[in-house]
């Protein structure tokens, strides 16, 4: 996985146009297949599904049933959930192999350090500290490894892995560590050091460590209490520890944001920018239109991030908006009190503010919508999928206007 991301449209129109969906079915599950390396501008708005399938299928004939459609429609599905259940996913959707009690609630120092000893669990995080980006499959591994070897709840490692990625998305990222819980899926998401020998290069391979085993006894491990789980093993000598980077709430002053002003804004029509819209203005805003970029310091105090994250975000949004605040929610509803009009993009992780500010316009969408709440993918998919033979159907039953 390419490690470098420039957070530019240009940068994610180019990996949209070097997806090579054929090679992708066929190596997307080893750490070195040829992944996309979209999901930072899927999930900051850059650019949006429809336009991600829009420019594939203009390169390649899909059906709507292709492995790359299908991970598109992971993500709407993710979203899906959270618009029926709300902030319900940040808890088990049900129970797992353990009562949530019989999970500990600190992510030990060892996982956060990168040296457990077992190989895979500490290359996945060094490469997490290091890009800002893990591939899925590394993912549950990691995941798995947190929950069901180490017995730590799925929220406390979900919360940690949030703040380190660049991508992170509180749907897809929460619903993924609750998929490999066993707590939004039937069964417990395990692997084995054969998995990890068969995707992932030699530096990952775990021989001898815990998860070198059968998936028989993966799973009685996962049902076991912490108190006969396995002991962690020690580093092998020569493994260094590494220290975890800082995620901070405030963002660093190189951005440039300033405190909502509203004399910037009084009598105008304005259109928000935030961190999950960062794809092309609307064509059709009004002359005069103020385009301010805003972060809402209520939502970061509750979920920091990485430097590498502000920076990612920060520099995207200095392109779209001259006017660029960090402030918490009452003083940008004060600033936004005199503007004439205010319009911004819906967005499930600024719900709790955005609407009150701004009339806030629907998010351009891939797949039709589906109104009954669906607790599994496979539900959804016969739902959103349905009459459509190809990803040319898909987008034209779903053709979005421009703003």
């Not at 319900?88 to 040296?115: F, M, T, V």
């Not at 009452?330 to 009190?337: E, F, H, V, Y």
């Not at 009459?387 to 421009?402: Q, Y």
Request: charged share 20%; hydrophobic share 45%.
């Amino acid at each position: 996985m390419d490690e470098a991301f420039a957070p530019t449209l240009a940068a994610a129109q180019a990996r949209i146009a070097a997806v090579r969906p054929a090679v992708y079915a066929r190596t997307r599950n080893s750490l070195q297949g040829a992944v996309s390396g979209l999901s930072p501008y899927i999930t900051h708005g850059v650019v949006t599904l429809a336009d991600v399938l829009r420019g594939v299928s203009a390169r390649h004939a899909l059906s709507v049933e292709h492995k790359f459609v299908f991970e598109l429609g992971w993500r709407a599905y993710f979203r899906h959930v959270w618009q029926h259940r709300g902030e319900a996913i940040l808890q088990s959707l049900h129970a797992g192999p353990l009562p949530d009690d019989a999970y500990a609630r600190q992510l030990p120092a060892d996982i956060r350090q990168a040296c457990t000893g077992v190989p895979v669990v500490d290359e996945a995080v060094r490469m997490l500290y290091a890009t800002g980006m893990l591939h899925n499959h590394a993912r549950m591994w990691l995941a798995s490894y947190v929950v069901h070897v180490r017995k730590v709840h799925w929220r406390s490692g979900a919360d940690w892995l949030y703040g380190h990625l660049l991508d992170g998305d509180l749907a897809s990222n929460h619903l993924s560590w609750q998929w490999v819980a066993g707590t939004g899926s039937r069964k417990p998401y395990l692997f084995n050091a054969e998995n990890v020998a068969r995707y992932a290069p030699d530096a990952w391979h775990s021989p001898g460590t815990v998860v070198d085993t059968s998936y028989d006894e993966l799973d009685r491990i996962a049902r076991q209490p912490a108190s006969r789980a396995p002991r962690p093993l020690e580093a092998p000598p020569g493994v260094t520890s590494r220290v975890e980077p800082a995620l901070g709430a405030e963002p660093p002053e190189t951005l440039g944001l300033t405190a909502p002003d509203a004399a910037a804004v009084s009598g105008r029509d304005v259109w928000l920018v935030h961190p999950w819209s960062l794809g092309e203005l609307p064509a059709a805003l009004p002359a005069g239109t103020v385009v301010v970029g805003i972060f809402v310091a209520d939502f970061h105090y509750a979920w920091p991030w990485s430097e590498r994250r502000w920076h990612f975000v920060g520099s995207r949004m200095a392109v779209l908006a001259n006017e660029r605040w960090h402030g918490d929610a009452t003083s940008i509803a004060a600033a936004l009190k005199g503007a004439r009009s205010v319009r911004s993009v819906a967005e499930p992780h600024l719900a709790t503010w955005l609407p009150r500010w701004a009339r806030c316009e629907a998010a351009p969408a891939l797949f039709p919508p589906v109104d009954q709440r669906c607790d599994s993918f496979s539900q959804w998919w016969a739902r959103a999928s349905r009459s459509l033979d190809s990803a040319a159907d898909l987008l034209a039953v779903n053709e979005v206007p421009a703003w």
